[in-house]
């Protein structure tokens, strides 16, 4: 597996990362425990080394998984782990609304150590900017965290522009986590040059569109009751009807160059800046391996051009998520 630096920061992972949500939630009824297990422990014996979950997740079952799997190869691996929703530290029951206060991000920091069976976090996300808190009084938080050596680097998830900015002048940004695919491509207005410009690395969430850019998900799939994408207007059977143009793209070139859809969309992913990694999910051994071979698939300035031709006429049918949600990503 071949390794990518995220920014000037130095912080070196693997090309390809996992994305651990889905194991305990999210996609439906948490996965079996061991199961999951063994899966992130073979992806760190096929050269994966960089982890990604969060304290909302579950609340805390997924970090409490993420710990346990990677405990015993933790000087190998990075871990990143996220902050910022309203959740009580001692119970896990999550209230209403975002929580980013300075004396909230470090007690949350306490028990993502615990969960994670570490004394370091590698890389500490803000999950969602919080509107109520000023972002350098957050980005002041996490510098103080770093000083004590509990966190070793700062990120933000799906903050626009000038937030980024903000808090990297008071405490360097090393990653920005946002969503971005071949059908989400809102970050490359004005997002990827802010990063290039200040030199932080991009890590794309659902780079496989939340699995339907892999080909399996049709008009008529049903999802389990639990499956957040029930709630998901791009996820209508109408959108992913229309939809559906984008995957016979990806498969038209995947047949040329004897790969699956999902490899080309990682694939085209690595293709987009050096500093970019996405990490992509998966409950499953076999598409897990699937995933890892997209960094083997190498795009010429062709089939780049003719990814880029076609998509540019296909117009992607409804909003990533509900409109709730939405308003909270960008600020």
């Known amino acids: 597996m071949q390794k990518r ?6 912080l070196e992972v693997s090309a390809l990362g996992l994305g651990c949500m889905g194991m305990s939630f999210g996609y439906g009824p948490a996965a079996d425990k061991q199961e999951m297990i063994r899966l992130i422990r073979t992806a760190v014996e096929r050269g994966v080394t960089f982890f990604d979950t ?24 990075v871990i990143a782990t996220k902050f910022g929703w309203n959740i009580d530290s001692q119970t896990g029951k999550q209230n209403p609304g975002l929580n980013s206060r300075p004396e909230h991000v470090k007690v949350a920091t306490e028990g993502m150590l615990k969960r994670l069976q570490t004394d370091f976090i590698d890389l500490l996300y803000q999950h969602r900017v919080d509107p109520n808190v ?11 965290l770093v000083r004590e050596g509990k966190v070793r680097h ?18 360097p940004v090393t990653a920005l986590q946002s969503e971005y ?9 004005e997002i990827l040059p802010t990063l290039e410009e200040l030199k932080i690395g991009f890590v794309p969430f659902s780079p496989l569109g939340k699995g339907f ?6 008009e008529t799939t049903t999802f389990d009751a639990l499956d957040f994408r029930n709630t998901v207007p791009r996820f209508a059977p109408e959108a992913r009807k229309a939809n559906q143009a984008l995957v016979d793209l990806l498969a038209t070139v995947a047949g040329k160059k004897k790969a ?11 293709t987009r800046k050096p500093w970019i990694v996405p990490i992509p999910g998966t409950t499953k051994v076999a598409r897990l391996e699937e995933n890892l071979g997209a960094a083997a698939v190498e795009l010429t300035a062709e089939d780049l051009r003719e990814i880029e031709g076609a998509a540019s006429k296909i117009q992607i049918q409804g909003a990533r998520y509900p409109e709730h949600v939405e308003r909270m990503t960008g600020l």
Do not use: M
């Not at 630096?5 to 130095?10: D, E, P, T, Y």
């Not at 000023?134 to 103080?144: F, L, R, Y």
């Not at 522009?161 to 990297?168: D, N, S």
């Open 54 to 77: 969060a304290e909302v997740y579950g609340p805390f079952r997924n970090e409490e998984l993420v710990g346990e799997a990677l405990a015993p190869c933790r000087s190998e691996v």
């Open 213 to 218: 850019l892999a080909g399996k998900i049709t």
């Open 154 to 171: 700062f990120g933000l998830s799906e903050a626009g522009a000038k937030t980024i900015r903000r808090a990297h002048a008071v405490q």
């Open 5 to 10: 630096k995220l920014g000037s920061s130095g």
């Open 260 to 270: 699956t859809p999902a490899q080309i969309a990682l694939a085209w992913l690595l």
């Open 181 to 189: 695919s071949l059908w989400t491509r809102g970050p490359e207005a």
């Open 134 to 144: 000023p972002i350098e009084d957050v980005a002041g938080a996490v510098k103080e």
